[in-house]
């Protein structure tokens, strides 16, 4: 059972910001790149941002410009901030490694759902 805790998500209007935080197990965190993915309603689960163990990103082109990941070793904890939100953003948001595990519940965390409205 892995241990990811996602936090920050809520309702804002489109062009706000939002910052999304992910408590992971020292385990998952301290030995894998880590990444944020997100799943809008009828979709599949998409990567959106990665950030290496030596803190090189990655970001998906939707994203690109808008938001930054993040990691921090003193507290295993991911971030991503979120700028120039729009409804498109609309999602549950989830961290974990990079690449992704199964996605049998057991290997994810309950994620934290970010609205966007226009």
């Known amino acids: 059972q892995v241990q990811l805790v996602e936090s920050g998500g809520g309702l804002v209007q489109a062009g706000g910001s939002l910052r999304l935080a992910c408590a992971a197990s020292a385990n998952i965190f301290s030995v894998n790149t880590m990444a944020w993915y997100r799943q809008a309603p009828g979709k599949q689960r998409e990567l959106i941002a990665g950030?290496?163990?030596?803190?090189?990103?990655n970001y998906a082109d939707s994203v690109k410009g808008r938001f930054t990941i993040s990691r921090d070793y003193a507290k295993n904890t991911v971030y991503l901030q979120m700028n120039s939100l729009k409804p498109e953003d609309t999602a549950v948001y989830y961290c974990n490694r990079s690449p992704p595990p199964p996605t049998q519940a057991g290997y994810w965390g309950q994620g934290t759902q970010v609205t966007v409205s226009s």
């Open positions: 950030v290496t163990r030596a803190g090189y990103t």
